[in-house]
């Protein structure tokens, strides 16, 4: 669906709602080649996210969110999406190499801290 539809860019963050609510949900990203394949990063979270095809995945919910440690996927918003999923679950987890997330958003950290977050920025040496 064209604007004013949804945006293109919010796509990948209703990957964390539908993992979220309950139910399945298709969530099908028309525009870039293979964008939807780092939303099943979140399985790795507890999530149930299939891909059905480069641009397609099929979610089920609800989730029930765990901590991991993992690598930030290369694109901007399944980044995002997999922190604010870390920031769901119980526990600590660790995402590593989050230049491409400091890259597209200034201070995320620090306004999600100011917001209630709890993270902690460790830069290695």
Same mark, same amino acid.
């Given at each position: 669906?064209? &604007?004013?539809?949804?945006?293109?860019?919010?796509?990948? &963050? &209703?990957? @964390?709602?539908?993992?979220?609510? !309950?139910?399945?949900?298709?969530?099908?990203?028309?525009? =870039? *080649?293979?964008?939807?394949?780092?939303?099943? *990063?979140?399985?790795?979270?507890?999530? !149930?996210?299939?891909?059905? *095809?480069?641009?397609?995945?099929?979610?089920?919910?609800?989730?029930?969110?765990?901590? @991991?440690?993992?690598?930030?996927?290369?694109?901007?918003?399944? @980044?995002?999406?997999?922190?604010?999923?870390?920031?769901?679950?119980?526990?600590?987890?660790?995402?590593?190499?989050? =230049?491409?997330?400091?890259?597209? =958003?200034?201070?995320?950290?620090?306004?999600?801290?100011?917001?209630?977050?709890?993270?902690?920025? &460790?830069?290695?040496?």
């Amino acid at each position: 669906m064209p &604007f004013p539809g949804l945006n293109i860019d919010n796509v990948p &963050f &209703f990957a @964390a709602i539908a993992a979220s609510a !309950q139910g399945q949900t298709l969530i099908h990203d028309w525009v =870039y *080649d293979n964008r939807a394949i780092y939303l099943t *990063d979140l399985n790795r979270l507890g999530a !149930q996210v299939k891909l059905l *095809d480069p641009h397609r995945v099929l979610v089920d919910g609800p989730t029930r969110w765990r901590s @991991a440690e993992m690598m930030c996927p290369p694109a901007l918003r399944p @980044a995002v999406v997999i922190l604010l999923a870390m920031m769901a679950a119980e526990g600590t987890s660790v995402l590593r190499n989050v =230049y491409v997330i400091n890259r597209g =958003y200034e201070d995320l950290a620090e306004r999600l801290n100011s917001i209630g977050a709890q993270i902690e920025i &460790f830069r290695d040496i």
